[in-house]
């Protein structure tokens, strides 16, 4: 699975430490996710899509090998 977390990021102007004190998790965590090496939980993919509001599916995308 890809993300464009970054890209949402940077479209609001937040830094990575902005949008994990928005959502309630650690700075590494939204790195780890940005670098496609930490899959989020349901709850946090909604949590992040309602907050750049964009569809789910337009924040994550799945992989033809996923």
């Given at each position: 699975?890809?993300?464009?977390?970054k890209?949402?990021?940077?479209?609001?102007?937040?830094?990575q430490?902005?949008?994990?004190?928005?959502?309630?998790?650690?700075r590494?965590?939204?790195?780890?996710?940005?670098?496609?090496?930490?899959?989020?939980?349901?709850?946090?993919?909604?949590?992040?899509?309602?907050?750049?509001?964009?569809?789910?599916?337009?924040?994550?995308?799945?992989?033809?090998?996923?």
């Amino acid at each position: 699975m890809t993300n464009n977390i970054k890209v949402e990021r940077a479209r609001h102007n937040m830094t990575q430490a902005d949008l994990a004190e928005k959502i309630g998790v650690s700075r590494q965590t939204i790195n780890a996710m940005e670098l496609n090496k930490y899959v989020p939980s349901t709850v946090l993919a909604l949590k992040i899509a309602k907050l750049f509001n964009v569809a789910v599916e337009d924040l994550f995308i799945l992989d033809e090998n996923d």
